[in-house]
């Protein structure tokens, strides 16, 4: 009897294609309700109390919205008056009033489309006025209060009471960067120029001395840093957080500018433009289909062995090939029992997974299918092969031992004595030469250091990203070790331990919950909360990979390097070692409570029931986009990294990461499939043998280097694993190039030297400004009092 194969070879259990589109951020609407806690929520009428009492007692009879630009403007102005007072309880409310207009006036609105119209309205009215360099100084204050700050740390347990001021400016600032930032068909033409202005303030730092001289995401990673070393655990982090990646998504760009500014920076190096768009390849892949349940594998099996004696010849199930092609190569018993024995005996998993068994019991022929399905199958693979430079040297280089038994160093253009068809193979792999951006940097970086007297001094952009990897330079490793350690507090795998960070400061209430409902309420508040710190991290860790690569390599390889050292590795793999579908069809949402449905809306009564059933969503799209941030960034750190792939390889990822497989996105598939490539070659033939569909995934989904046999392995390095050697090459190669841009006094050796003595002693010395009180007193102590010894001096210096 043979087993019925369901239409297009799915499963009953498959999961469905997820219509998920990748982007900077989710909806507008979605991104304001992040930044509330559902604790949060009877905050929204006590600022909506504090605007209208002060509101009613300046303007009588009428409606915030019904007032003329100008009365607007004169009443920010007295605000912004009301926020120098002494007073900290006067200054709270204040700064509640100036909040409730920044979320759109929401009791005088019907709609939700109305509170976003007025919140967008009152936002570019208050920065107009000059509201955000006000708040920018509260903020200030606050982080240098050490009162607050040493009562917090004595206090046994933080609430959201212990932080609201600081939650309350920092909503004001949240929802004027992420307002701002969004540009619509429309906006007025004052409000594009009030745009750039900001952005400009927030990033180069010319329009406030507040910042002294650093870009305004300094002081918010000052604020992560403080929090991490346990000096302010009062500090809202996940407000902080989602501040600081909208300010580097405002001030820098999202994945589209840097798609142009790659394309610019290609234009001005004379290098070739790109062979495809990425971010238009990605969209228009389709997933591959996951694997059967390992249910359906058995319940299959034991029927083929009830109903069958002799067994057919056996295909490939396909699960992961796109085109439902049938394998030749698996069709014969006795393979088929080899590879059942030794796949028991695998070292690299120590679990069965469902992903990749390969065998089931051949199907009765399939109808044929329509034509018109075959014709919209995609026509060749999705990505244009590449081939470095060094690769053209290496396979030269073989080629010159085999044929002729020297080489010629570097020269490609050589081939003289070389067979024809090495000729037909240079000709091809020149024609898919690809040369980075990064590679053109790192040339340019060893002429300056071998000629930095011929070459003179390089002129570098004051780009936003120059200017803040600047500023971070001197505690670049604090910043990255805060980030993950509230990665690792946020991760869903995390356990929980006495002395881990305490995240959850500014969402757990003043009095804890009494009823079921309230527990359920906030058992979902706090697991959002947690998602929303992961989504913000690996949304802010990816954006500063990619400008800092683009801007330049070694600037990248610094913060990567400081990554790696601090376990960024080990601790991404842990975040996916957890049922990955579960996480990404997380329903930690109650639609009733975001803002600004919970403000225009009555509320309908909570049930526990309700709470259970959360939203309709298929997935959940911050879920879903944090962990295909975490894939970028682990691409980013072991690509080309020979020691990192290793690290891979011995974390044992390769279990973890095939298992992520089974999420039916094609955006996501793409990067954990370019993690298993990179170290296929380094897991044994066995494993290769044994996973032909990833192998064959791997094929139709990620980009050929010509000259790469990752699918056999038979040009793996003789070298040892040798991280240690690796790092420190690199290391060396990122201080030199720090200590030659940004080491003021590394030319002092090759300055002229003013050898006459007149010049020398008529130089002007800039001295304290006290100097000229003790004066006498140094002269006394330092020049009178000390005896000097003419005649050793003159001895000396013959």
Sequence with gaps: MCLPIREGGTSSMESPNLEFEYGDTDSLTTELSEIYSYTEEPEFALNRDYFEEDFRSHVRGRRWIELGQEQQKAYVMRLLDALEVTDRDKRLKVARAILYLAQGVFDECDTDADVIHWSRHNVFLLYDMGIFTALLELLSMEMDNNQACSSTVRKPAISLADSTELRVLLSIMYLMVETIRLQTEDDRPEWSTAREAFKTELGLCVCSPLYNGEPFALLLFTMVTKFCSMNAPHFPMKKVLLLLWKTILFTMGGFEELQEMKVRGRERLSLPPLPEDSIKVVRSMRAASPPASAMELIEQQQQAKRGRRSRRPLVKQDSLDTYNERDPFKNDDARDEEEDGEEADSGIEGEVDPLDSDVIIQPPPPPLRPPTESASLPKGLP???????????????????????????????????????????????????????????????????????????????????EILYLGMLPNLSQYVIALLKLLLAAAPTSKAKTDSINILADVLPEEMPITVLQSMKLGIDV??????????????????????????????????????????????????????????????????????????????????????????NQFCWRNLFSCINLLRILNKLTKWKHSRTMMLVVFKSAPILKRALKVKQAMMQLYVLKLLKIQTKYLGRQWRKSNMKTMSAIYQKVRHRLNDDWAYGNDIDARPWDFQAEECALRESIEKFNSRRYDKNQNGEFAPVDNCLQSVLGQRVELPEDFHYSYEMWLEREVFSQPIQWEGLLQQAQ
Excluded at 397 to 404: L, V
Excluded at 442 to 465: A, H, N, S, W
């Design 527 to 616: 697991n959002r909360h947690k998602e929303i710190i992961v989504k913000a991290i690996s949304a802010l860790l990816l954006l500063l990979l990619k400008h800092l690569k683009l801007n330049h390599i070694y600037q990248f390889e610094i913060v990567s390097q400081h990554l790696v050292f601090a376990n960024c590795i080990p601790l991404i793999l842990k975040f996916f070692n957890q049922n990955i579908l579960s996480y990404i069809s997380a329903k930690n949402s109650i639609c009733v409570l975001d803002f600004p449905h919970c403000v225009v809306h009555e509320m309908p009564e909570l049930t526990a029931e309700s709470l259970e059933a959360g939203d309709r």
């Design 383 to 465: 990505w244009a092969p590449k081939v470095r430079e060094k690769d053209i040297e290496h396979f030269l280089e073989t080629s010159r031992n085999k044929f002729i038994g020297f080489t010629l160093g570097n020269d490609t253009e050589t081939l003289v004595g070389l067979p024809r068809p090495i000729h037909e193979s240079v000709k091809t792999l020149k024609q898919h030469k690809y040369v980075s951006i990064a590679e053109m940097q790192i040339k340019r970086e060893e002429e300056l250091q071998q000629c930095p007297m011929t070459l003179g001094e390089e002129d570098v952009d004051e780009t936003p990203t």
